[in-house]
């Protein structure tokens, strides 16, 4: 779940019902997905009760209505926050597929039927559906802007919210990337696609999972059994 509209989907998917839900600020709010959740691959909420951060897509409008530091009214703010989010969720519904929605769509089922390459097909399938869809933004940005690396480094801390991307000083088009993930057949895939997707093939990446390479002066990088020498 990223949206708050998703949220209310995969609710009523489950058998609830979208009145029962009760939309409140987040208290700790990520700046990468609108819905806060404990585990990002939840199906849909684990109760009526949805944290979200407002400010993720709807700063311009809940900027100042919501502003952290009034205390006044506090339970009537809570109340107009869970009105306002229903409101705002319901136009969302309502507008149907935008046109990049449209492009995303059209992208996908030319990489499905092949046109991509059979490799590139194969390990699309390696994606949970709402990556997917934060792939074909940043991908659609890239063919806009030309920005290779604006548009990795995007996609990356979507998918790997403890990602760290260096570019090496001493050789041109070489990066290291630390994902913070556990090394798999599965991620070593994943990591190659995102890497030809969007890097021009001069672009040398060497991928790092579990353990970080050491970094000198950098005492976290380190530890004795918890680093890469490289």
Known sequence: ??????????????????????????????????????????????????????????????????????????????????????????????????????YYSLAEEDMKNGRYGEIARMRLGLFFTKERKEIWRAYLGLLKTGDYLGEFRRIMVRLYPRVFIYENNEKQYELLVYLGKEETEKERERAEFLKEMFLPVQEKVY????????????????????MVVF
Request: proline share 2%; aromatic share 12%.
């Open 207 to 226: 991928f790092f999972y579990e353990n970080h390479f050491g970094i000198i002066g950098v005492d976290e990088t380190m530890v004795i059994g918890e």
């Open 1 to 102: 779940m990223n949206y708050a509209w998703e949220a209310v989907l995969m609710a009523e998917k489950e058998g609830g019902k979208r009145d029962k839900l009760r939309f409140v600020e987040a208290s700790v709010a990520s700046p990468y997905i609108e819905v806060s959740v404990v585990d990002l691959n939840a199906e849909s909420p684990e109760e009526d009760e949805v944290e979200i951060n407002p400010f993720y897509r709807l700063g311009d409008v809940f900027g100042r209505l919501f502003d952290r530091d009034v205390e006044d009214l506090k339970k009537t703010r809570e109340i107009l926050f869970d009105v306002c989010m229903h409101y705002m969720v319901q136009l969302d519904l309502r507008e149907g597929l935008s046109k990049e929605d449209y």
